[in-house]
């Protein structure tokens, strides 16, 4: 006789034991589900805390998201305005636009006369009312020019800078790259901060699930003693805390999913107001695949983590006497 | 099937529960364990259940030397023995049915073999048309069968009861006793602590009678 069929015969039920393994698995789940919904409000209660608590990151982390694909579209190419001295007539100024024409560097010259600039003022950023109580133009004549695409690296770009800055009649020439610079280095900012945030608030929610479980281990101080008296291993035992906690962690973040679906449906409006006012047209985009797997994913795991702390902390304690 | 040799057990409090206590008993054997509270009958059944770890001397239940089993292998020796309690210790948020199957569940029977020796246990104790109710609608008498039934359901070698008839009536207590006597027709060892002496004696089994935590008479009847 072969080992294989000794051990066969030693265990005739081997595949209806894996098989009821598995069915055992998803009687405990559907009953810790079952025991969770006989107090759906004390349920709902636990899992909206770890719902706001997961809601918060990832909702700013869709924000940002949103905000680095606004800034991604106005990134395009690089462009230096040059804001020329107040004193600088408007003769002199299509003088020196015509002067930059003929530098190979430059590819694009435009040139904003103070009296456009404060026609497009009035018309773009609705400050008409404003604009009206000043006597005179506070804007100066500027030249927008977009260097020649070969002449587009960052080292080319510099070059120019310096050379339009010490031109006469400009009193400053700004790339304008650098603000999207500073926004993109607040938004690391930001995001390192919302990692922050996130980590502190992940600690709540196991902290929030721990507590929820320990209380349930009390609850069921008897049941526990009963089961470890009969035989009962602690794998056993702990098992519907742990799909206890896997049911809190998958409410939460369907409460938080349910939460941030709410906020963007009611930002949306106010900022197509305020993406027309930059003529353009915006939705906010919701949750990708990526972060809503990471969000449920992550509530799932810390929901499993926050009970299996408890249980490993509190059932020790329990041992029949 | 339980060998104590020199075992002693001393508590936390200083207190010596048992002292120098050896006896052997053989498989299949019914054996009673009286004393007066107090003189360590249920340290005893402690000790053979691995509640409690003796302080000095050895426990060997089933060939197995109970200092070397593991606080992890715990679970699995117990599931060779049946406990019975005399609060009954059963779950009140679950049938009569749920409650007898509880070992079977721990073990991972399948579930339609779990039915079937649920009911032939249920019969057994003459309660399988109570198997849909909860305990809390039972008689004590009934209570405690259920919980017979439950440490017998699995078909362990070894039965541990710690006064089963306690807070029973005259005749009750004799019919549990019945189904001890029946279990031990078929093989099973047998461990009851009592100190229901009348009962006892109707019996005709042997008797370890304890005093202050000392093996006071191996109290033999010969059959």
Do not use: C
């Not at chain 1, 190419?77 to 100024?93: D, H, N, P, V, Y």
């Not at chain 1, 002067?99 to 456009?116: A, M, W």
């Not at chain 1, 930001?190 to 721990?210: D, F, H, N």
């Amino acid at each position: 006789m072969t080992p294989a069929m000794t051990s066969h015969k030693r265990h005739p039920g081997i595949l209806t034991r894996i098989g009821s393994y598995y069915m055992r698995h998803a009687q405990t789940l559907i009953y810790t589900l079952g025991q969770l919904l006989r107090a759906p409000f004390a349920m709902l209660m636990t899992a909206a805390v770890i719902g706001i608590a997961l809601a918060l990151p990832t909702g700013l982390h869709v924000l940002l998201k949103n905000a680095e694909l606004f800034s991604g579209e106005i990134d395009g190419a690089t462009q230096i305005s040059l804001f020329l001295k107040r004193g600088a007539s408007e003769q002199q100024a299509q003088q020196l636009t015509h002067r930059l024409r003929q530098l190979p560097e430059i590819g694009k010259v435009r040139f904003i006369s103070k009296q456009e600039a404060l026609k497009e003022f009035k018309k773009n950023a609705g400050f008409s009312e404003a604009m009206k109580a000043l006597t005179e133009n506070p804007l100066p004549h500027v030249i927008v020019i977009h260097p020649a695409l070969q002449h587009t690296g960052e080292q080319a770009v510099k070059k120019l800078l310096v050379r339009l800055q010490g031109m006469v009649h400009v009193d400053v020439a700004q790339l304008d790259e650098e603000w999207i610079k500073r926004l993109y280095s607040i938004m690391d900012f930001i995001k390192r901060g919302v990692w922050i945030l996130a980590a502190m608030l992940a600690l709540a929610v196991l902290l929030v699930v721990g507590n929820t479980i320990r209380l349930a281990i009390q609850n069921r101080r008897e049941e526990i003693i009963v089961i470890k008296l009969i035989g009962g291993t602690d794998a056993f035992i702990r098992r519907p805390f742990l799909y206890t906690g896997f049911w809190y962690g998958l409410f939460g973040a369907l409460i938080a999913f349910v939460l941030i679906s709410l906020s963007l449906w009611l930002l949306n409006e106010p900022l197509e107001r305020l993406a027309s006012l930059y003529h353009r047209e915006r939705q906010l985009t919701s949750l990708d695949t990526q972060s809503g797997l990471l969000l449920f994913g992550g509530g799932i795991l810390l929901g499993l983590a926050g009970s299996w702390l408890a249980v490993g902390r509190h059932l020790r304690d329990i041992e029949p006497r | 099937m339980i060998h104590f040799s020199n075992t002693s057990k001393r508590y936390a409090s200083g207190q010596d529960a048992l002292l120098n206590v050896s006896f052997e008993i053989e498989q299949g054997e019914m054996v009673f364990i009286t004393g007066h509270s107090g003189a360590g009958k249920s340290t005893l059944l402690k000790l053979v259940a691995l509640l409690e770890r003796p302080s000095r001397g050895q426990v060997i239940v089933n060939g197995q030397n109970l200092a070397r089993v593991k606080r992890r292998q715990i679970p699995y020796f117990r599931r060779d023995i049946g406990i019975i309690f005399q609060d009954h210790q059963l779950l009140f948020d679950r049938t009569v049915f749920d409650n007898v199957a509880l070992p079977l569940v721990i073990a991972g029977h399948p579930h339609a073999e779990i039915a079937r020796r649920v009911r032939a246990a249920l019969d057994k104790v003459g309660l399988l048309k109570k198997e849909k109710h909860y305990p809390i609608t039972l008689s004590g008498g009934e209570q405690q069968r259920v919980g017979i039934a439950r440490a017998v359901v699995h078909k362990p070698a070894l039965v541990l009861a710690d006064e089963p008839t306690g807070n029973l009536d005259p005749e009750l207590s004799w019919d549990i006793m019945q189904i001890f006597n029946d279990f031990s027709q078929v093989g099973v060892t047998a461990l009851i602590a009592s100190h229901d002496l009348d009962l006892i004696s109707r019996m005709q089994r042997r008797q370890l009678i304890l005093k202050n935590g000392q093996l006071l008479q191996d109290h033999r009847v010969s059959t």
